[in-house]
């Protein structure tokens, strides 16, 4: 009985050995257009490739373009959906029907 719970605790014990990053938005994103981002906690580097801080949360992170972006002075507002697909809003009064569709830019499952 022992050498059962032995093999079947040892793939649990692998799975809980790497971290799981799946259900934050942190990582890469493509928008499918030639545009990306990355998101590492509150620091973002935006689609020009500036880097900046913004306000993130776990699952969506928020920052305003900075000056010289083609979104500068705008509310950028990112939201995540699934595993592999986030929403991106802009406009401070985005109502949340118009985001566009962005994805992990190197999905590995």
Do not use: Q
């Not at 014990?13 to 259900?23: G, H, I, Q």
């Not at 993130?56 to 500068?72: I, L, M, N, T």
């Amino acid at each position: 009985m022992k050498h059962v719970a032995a093999i079947c605790a040892f793939p649990i014990s692998l799975l809980l050995a790497f971290p799981a990053y799946a259900d934050r938005i942190d990582g890469g994103w493509c928008d499918g257009k030639g545009g990306h981002m990355h998101v590492d906690g509150a620091k973002i580097t935006t689609p020009s490739g500036k880097v900046l801080s913004g306000d993130y949360d776990r699952h969506s992170f928020h920052y305003v373009g900075p000056e010289g972006d083609g979104d500068a002075g705008i509310d950028v507002f990112g939201m995540l959906r699934s595993e592999e697909e986030m929403t991106l809003y802009r406009g401070r009064d985005a109502n949340r029907t118009d985001g566009e569709t962005w994805r992990r830019c190197d999905v590995t499952s």
